[in-house]
């Protein structure tokens, strides 16, 4: 079992950066693939950014790219979402979320790949 644990939310306006946090514990985050999500009032939930267990690749949404960078830490089993540049439109829950290597079928802008979810951390940019 993981348990995942998001910080780092909060208001900003645009522009603005903010960095999300999501620790993980339970057990070693090396050997899984983190994702972070996010869902705005009346919408699915969005694929934003993916890293695989090595960290040497990663994967993110079109309308982040450039602006936002997923990283992770092994050593303090967390990974983080570095938002820059933010805007009204990424105002969203954020969450981030876990699969192991074992079971990951390649899908990983799809929810239903990951088995292990944060609670959510959320992010406010006002214009």
């Known amino acids: 079992q993981v348990q995942l644990v998001e910080s780092g939310g909060g208001l900003v306006q645009a522009g603005g950066s903010l960095r999300l946090s999501c620790a993980a514990s339970?057990?070693?985050?090396?050997?899984?693939?983190v994702g972070w999500f996010r869902q705005a009032p009346g919408k699915d939930r969005e694929f934003v950014a993916a890293?695989?267990?090595?960290?040497?690749?990663?994967y993110y949404v079109d309308s982040v790219k450039g602006r936002f960078a997923i990283s992770r830490d092994n050593a303090k089993n967390t990974v983080y979402l570095q938002m820059n540049s933010l805007k009204p439109e990424d105002t969203a829950v954020y969450y981030c979320?876990?699969?192991?290597?074992?079971?990951?079928?390649?899908?990983?802008?799809?929810?239903?790949?990951?088995?292990?979810w944060g609670q959510g951390t959320q992010v406010t940019v006002s214009s």
């Open positions: 339970g057990r070693t985050f090396s050997s899984y693939i």
């Open positions: 890293e695989n267990w090595s960290g040497g690749s990663t």
């Open positions: 979320a876990a699969t192991g290597r074992l079971v990951y079928s390649g899908r990983y802008d799809q929810p239903s790949e990951y088995g292990y």
